[in-house]
């Protein structure tokens, strides 16, 4: 097997890992790019494990790439959302592309410091061993230790649990854009949960809510207005499921995507919602 085709059984991993580590898949394959030319630097037989190399140097570079974030993003509009990801593959694809995407979970990480979401990620995502993340975050074993405990036990605690099955996610999302397309005010009211909560991310670059809508009254208002002011006759909204959730897209009659809607739902009824509205999100969907 040649180092390119080893390399290759691991890119959808690597993607994998970059994207939860950055929630921008365009930065996370740029990484996995830059992963490869390292990893093609190697000398043969240089590596035992290309697996565990190759994750933990993909992490050590998107921990180097959150940190520039932090200091370019202080001028961000609005809140910061993970670019949508679509999961209209079945089931059984790999995990890598399937489980933990959910945007809330990506929002949890955001929160941890970046050593701590790699070795959280590597460790209880990834199945890296402990040594191999201490090599690469430059730490002692049992430090690395201590950090995954200390962000698995905050995962823990602050992720949202959300139970609705999958046919009970579609119903909503189908009859929120039923509602949406006919103004249907009351239909809105019946959708979300008295403390629901709408995210939208602009960016700076899209009309959107420059923060977060608390309460069924706001968010209701909320659409009323957008839709009194757009005439969505004009789309196409199609349902979809992005990370794990289902969701609509809403496209342009070019096919240009307009916006992405997103749903956790709880108890029937939609808790959260996050659209997205910035274009440089929404590449994928092109």
Known sequence: ?????????????LVGLGYRMLGIRAEAEDLVQETYLRWHRMPPGAVQDAG??????MARLCIDELRARKVRGADYVGPWLPEPWSTDAPPDQPLE???????AFLLLLERLAPEERAAFLLH????????????SLG?????????????????ATERPRFHATRDEQEDLATRFRTALLARDEAALFTLFKPDATLISDGGGKAIAALRPIYGVDKIVRFFMGVT??????????????????AAVVIREPDGTVFATMAIEAEGGRIQRMFTMRNPDKLGAFA
Not at 1 to 13: K, W
Not at 52 to 57: C, F, Y
Not at 97 to 103: F, R, T
Not at 143 to 148: L, S
Request: net charge negative.
């Open 1 to 13: 097997m040649t180092a390119v085709d080893e390399f290759e059984l691991h890119r959808s991993r």
């Open 52 to 57: 565990a190399w190759l994750s933990t140097t």
């Open 97 to 103: 592309l399937a489980d933990d995407l959910s945007v």
């Open 124 to 135: 209880d995502i990834f199945d890296a061993d402990y040594p191999d993340i201490a090599s």
């Open 139 to 155: 730490k002692s074993e049992t430090a690395v230790r201590q950090i995954v405990s200390r962000a698995r036990a905050r995962v």
């Open 228 to 245: 009194k002011q757009t005439d969505l006759g004009r789309y196409e909204i199609e349902p979809c499921w992005l990370n794990d959730a």
